[in-house]
Every structure is written in structure tokens, then in C-alpha cells.
């Protein structure tokens, strides 16, 4: 007999609705490495501890218990934290998902991707089972990402290109941060970047919030964004625009 394959997550939900298509089940996994400014869950931060260790089947007897309110789109999103730093959990959670005929959809950021071995063989097995990613690209100009985020986006822009080469759909999606990724030069040069991928079925703008500063707060940590506000519904706007978000529509015949 196999010995359970377990993960590491923060939490779960029971009908997202924001993280992928229909209703979803989403795992929040634990760990990431990545410290952006905005981030409203840095209580995943932590790799190796915190939350709470779970099996794949686990995780899978928890989501059926909600699959008859999926419909025909819904399914299972792993969000995080950063769900790429546990491959191997990942892999076992969706190939069971999809035997069972259920959507799998990762939101992730990309920056565990490497195409160095091991991860690249890994990350290829877990495409198999893989039916949508939501691919956060944090901002386009890498100085200006590590700013950001602590950590430059190069490995991230070649995972997006990765994914394009072997057309693994995906929903590209940007949180627009005043003074930090609203400026129109970093919009216009991010839509020309997405413009070079065959594979995205839809664009999203995601205004920053301050809805995570009190967790920054309960843990003790100095909040970067103190004073900046969410954008106003026209720069929203004039980030759809630059982008145009309309134009994506795929995701609806897909």
C-alpha cells in the first residue's frame, strides 16, 4: 500500500465564485516566497509550516461533499500561498480530480518555474491534469517587480511563455496598484507582452484593496502600502482599456 501524499494548506473554500469558471471549491496552499506589498494573505507565507497537513484525499472527500452547486463549469481551484511549491501534492490532488471528471484550475504566480530538472519534468506531469490557469503577473518591468514583490519576474514571463507554447489556457490577471503598477507605460508595454501569447482566454484587472491590512497588522508586520488608496473607477477603466480586457473571449467557448 502507497503512503498518502500530503500537502500543506491555509485554508478552504466552499463556493468561490472570482477563481475560475462556474462555482469552485478553493484550496488555499500554504507557502510562498514571494513578499508583495498588497498581498492580503501573508498568513500563507510561511513553507514548511503553519496551516494544517491534509492528503490529496482529504482535500478531494471535502470538495465532492460541495460538487452537486458546481454545475457544468465549477470544479477545484488550488490557490495559495503559491500551490507550485508542492507539486507533487498538487499532481496526485488533480489526477484524481480528473478521473473523477472534475475542472482543475491553478492560480498561481509563477515563480517557482524553472526548466531545470526536477521541477520541469514535475511541472509537465501536472499540465496533464491541469485544465486552466489564473497567471498573476505582478508587473511587467522587472526592476519595478522586485520592488513589488521582493523577488524579479523573469522566470515568471518565461513560465507565460511556456504555457503559450504549449497551449495550456490561461486567464492572465493583474492587480492594478496606485503608484506602484498604475502608471499607462507599464499597462501598455503588459498588453504588448500578452499580445505575444496564443493561449490566454481572458484578462483581468484586479484593483488593489487594503481588505488584508489588518492581518499585516495581527502579525506584527509594517504594512508598505500605508497611505495609498484603491485606484478610482476610471484608472480601473483605463487599465481595462490598455489591456483590452474586452477583446479576451475564448474562455466563454473553450
Known amino acids: 500500500m502507497s503512503t498518502p501524499i500530503k500537502g500543506r494548506i491555509h485554508s478552504t473554500e ?3 465564485t472570482v477563481d475560475g469558471p462556474g462555482v469552485r471549491f478553493i484550496v488555499f496552499a500554504q507557502g510562498c516566497r514571494m513578499r508583495c506589498q498588497f498581498c492580503h494573505n501573508p ?8 496551516g494544517r497537513e491534509v492528503t490529496t484525499d482529504e482535500v478531494l472527500e471535502e470538495a465532492l461533499k460541495y460538487r452537486s452547486y458546481w454545475g457544468e463549469k465549477g470544479g477545484i481551484t488550488v490557490s495559495g500561498g503559491e500551490p507550485l511549491l508542492q507539486l507533487d501534492f498538487l ?12 475542472h482543475t484550475t491553478i492560480d498561481t504566480c509563477g515563480k517557482p518555474f524553472t526548466r531545470e530538472e526536477p521541477f520541469f ?12 490557469l489564473l497567471f498573476d503577473i505582478k508587473h511587467i518591468d522587472d526592476e519595478k517587480h522586485k520592488e513589488l514583490t521582493s523577488l524579479g519576474n523573469e ?11 504549449i497551449d495550456k489556457p ?10 506602484r503598477s498604475d502608471y499607462d507605460e507599464y499597462l501598455i508595454r503588459l498588453d504588448a507582452f500578452i499580445k505575444t501569447l496564443n493561449n490566454v482566454d481572458k484578462v483581468e484587472v484586479l484593483p488593489y484593496h487594503t481588505m488584508g491590512k489588518y492581518k499585516w497588522d495581527e502579525m506584527g508586520l509594517k504594512y508598505p502600502l500605508e497611505g495609498i488608496n484603491p485606484p478610482t473607477e476610471d484608472r480601473v477603466q483605463n487599465a481595462k482599456e490598455l489591456l483590452h480586457t474586452s477583446e479576451y473571449t475564448k474562455h466563454l467557448t473553450r
Request: proline share 2%; glycine share 8%.
Open 170 to 179: 490561461v486567464w492572465i490577471r493583474h492587480v492594478l496598484v496606485p503608484q
Open 14 to 16: 466552499n463556493f468561490g
Open 121 to 132: 519534468s514535475e511541472f509537465n506531469e501536472l499540465m496533464n491534469y491541469t485544465d486552466l
Open 155 to 165: 522566470n515568471i514571463l518565461e513560465m507565460a511563455k511556456y504555457l503559450s507554447e
Open 91 to 102: 499532481t496526485d490532488l488533480f489526477k484524481k480530480a480528473k478521473a473523477l471528471g472534475i
Open 43 to 50: 498568513d500563507t507565507w510561511k513553507i514548511g509550516s503553519g
